[in-house]
């Protein structure tokens, strides 16, 4: 065999196994519901929010075969919100992976003790330890500039004015979309940040972490603090603090992780 003939032959070879390699992947990355069928993600907002805030990621786990529910809060209460979050979790069949945006990792802390629950996701979320609450988690730390733009209302629920949704909350959306969150916001009653968790589930539950890097609301340092206490696996997102509206595709992605792992 000529040397010109060898160097063709081994080409093509090279070539074929690159080939098989990309195939591979490719099928690899087109079996979708492997280790998802029959599994649920419940998905739980956080404050100055409601159900609404999961609009893009809902289709992207509902493609993946999974059944998603979003639970709406009062925003009442620690304990009013696990309970509501209870309730969806009670309605579910099969194993549950438990999501959490906000002050909804608090809930989740608190409602993802339900034998159902196999796994936790917080996602820019707060994740107290037993007996802690929101405003221990921040003793001793700086106060976010959002604070300071805070309306209490008679009964004493607290709104963010639309410019501080603007520049702390929802940043990096597109100025008209960020104006309908502002709008649409769920006023937290202000007694919430000094509801203790009483126990935390993310002690007996693997978990989870999508830490925004660029957050305005929950300081991304304290984020990482709180995803190395509770030992999750880190996904980090160069967001604002509503990283589902703004990277959907990685948010759903680090769920739907979770939930293939859920068992």
């Known amino acids: 065999m000529n040397t010109l003939l060898k160097k063709c032959l081994a080409a093509t070879l090279m070539v074929g196994g690159v080939v098989s390699q990309a195939a591979f992947t490719q099928a690899s990355a087109a079996a979708p519901n492997d280790g998802l069928k029959g599994k649920n993600v419940v998905l739980v907002h956080g404050a100055f929010a409601d159900g609404s805030g999961w609009n893009k990621v809902i289709p992207l786990l509902e493609a993946k075969g999974l059944h998603v529910v979003a639970v709406q809060n009062s925003l009442k209460s620690l304990d009013d919100d696990a309970a509501a979050t209870q309730r969806v979790i009670e309605q579910q069949n099969g194993p549950v992976v438990l999501v959490g945006h906000s002050w909804g990792g608090a809930v989740i802390s608190q409602a993802g003790n339900n034998d159902k629950v196999k796994a936790l996701v917080y996602v820019a979320a707060f994740a107290p330890d037993n007996g802690q609450s929101i405003n221990?988690?921040?003793?001793?730390?700086?106060?976010?500039?959002?604070?300071?733009?805070?309306?209490?209302?008679?009964?004493?629920?607290?709104?963010?004015?639309?410019?501080?949704?603007?520049?702390?909350?929802?940043?990096?959306?597109p100025p008209a979309e960020a104006r309908v969150v502002a709008a649409t916001q769920g006023p937290w009653f202000a007694g919430c940040a000094d509801d203790k968790v009483a126990t935390a589930a993310w002690h007996s539950k693997p978990s989870w972490y999508v830490m925004a890097q660029k957050d305005r609301m929950i300081p991304p340092p304290l984020q990482a603090a709180m995803a190395q206490q509770i030992g999750a696996t880190v996904v980090k997102v160069n967001t604002s603090h509503v990283a589902m509206m703004s990277q959907p595709t990685e948010v759903a992605a680090a769920i739907i992780t979770a939930a293939r792992a859920a068992k």
């Open 136 to 173: 221990d988690l921040f003793k001793g730390k700086p106060a976010p500039a959002w604070m300071a733009a805070l309306q209490k209302d008679s009964a004493g629920y607290l709104t963010l004015s639309t410019d501080a949704i603007m520049k702390d909350f929802a940043q990096d959306l």
